[in-house]
């Protein structure tokens, strides 16, 4: 949703986004995420992964902050830049409606938040009202899976 606020806190660290819809991302920029080229081949995915979850459950009633945690089976979690088979790291869509493209890396912005500390969870504040969330799993150039590797969407109501 456009004017969605957010707070955000990883588990190895605090990242903010003001009122003034200024992200700073759950990780620090950094080359990998700006040098990843558009054209370079997808990594295939894993058969049998799963990226679920942990916490909140689809449909639940929840106070403006809520601790999100993030599920995975089948692959390991490594930091973004980090080149080790079978891992990737976290991001968590927030309020977004479709995938971002395949093709480019996954944008950085207030809806689509990077963990690529490697962290498996976060704290958000939400805005009241319903807001979805959904986990894409990147490789260490912030671009999706091949297929990508998501979560299945769920729905929050902040009370």
């Known amino acids: 949703m456009p004017g969605t606020a957010l707070r955000l806190a990883g588990l190895f660290g605090a990242a903010a986004l003001g009122w003034s819809g200024a992200p700073v991302m759950a990780d620090e920029p950094h080359a990998a995420h700006a040098a990843a080229p558009a054209a370079a081949p997808r990594i295939k995915a894993p058969a049998g992964v799963e990226l679920y979850f942990i916490a909140p459950k689809d449909g639940e009633k929840v106070g403006r902050e ?6 995975l089976r089948g692959m390991g979690v ?3 830049g980090v080149t080790v088979d079978k891992t ?10 479709a995938l971002p493209p395949a093709d480019q890396p996954i944008p950085a912005d207030a809806h689509h938040v990077h963990f690529g500390g490697g962290q498996t969870e976060t704290r958000i504040t939400l805005t009241p009202g319903t807001h979805t969330l959904q986990l894409n799993l990147a490789d260490a150039l912030h671009r999706q899976f091949d297929p990508p590797i998501v979560s299945s969407k769920i729905t929050v109501t902040v009370e």
């Open 66 to 71: 809520v601790v999100v945690k993030f599920g």
């Open 78 to 80: 490594a930091p973004a």
């Open 88 to 97: 990737g790291h976290h991001h968590l869509l927030i309020d977004v409606d």
